[in-house]
């Protein structure tokens, strides 16, 4: 088992910035692909980003060039580094682990993944 804590949520204004966490324990050993992903009220939840144990990252395109991705495997965390933030990023952000590998920036359906954490809330405002 893998538990999940998501924290650094918040509210921003229009191109504001936040640095969400994602602290994991227990088997860590067994999360081969870590994501963010992020559900909106009346929405479906989305990937948002994903890292491999290789390091190799993919975004969704609503993303690209805005949020990186990234891990301290010392410690045991996913950081999501938001920046130029939009009101449609508002949204609650979960983490989430898999045991399968996506590596190579493969990407795994959200079905994939085995872990979730309850999530932090990013809210965007105009």
């Known amino acids: 088992q893998v538990q999940l804590v998501e924290s650094g949520g918040g509210a921003v204004q229009y191109g504001g910035s936040l640095k969400l966490s994602c602290a994991a324990s227990g088997d860590t050993y067994g999360s081969n692909c870590m994501a963010w992903f992020r559900q909106a009220p009346g929405k479906e939840r989305e990937g948002v980003a994903t890292?491999?144990?290789?390091?190799?990252?993919t975004y969704a395109d609503s993303v690209k060039g805005r949020f990186t991705i990234s891990q301290d495997n010392i410690v045991n965390t996913v950081y999501l580094q938001m920046n130029s933030l939009k009101p449609e990023d508002t949204a609650m952000y979960y983490c989430?682990?898999?045991?399968?590998?996506?590596?190579?920036?493969?990407?795994?359906?959200?079905?994939?993944?085995?872990?979730w954490g309850r999530g932090t809330q990013v809210t965007v405002s105009s």
């Open positions: 890292i491999g144990r290789d390091g190799s990252t």
């Open positions: 989430a682990a898999s045991r399968i590998s996506c590596d190579n920036g493969a990407t795994l359906p959200r079905t994939w993944y085995h872990y």
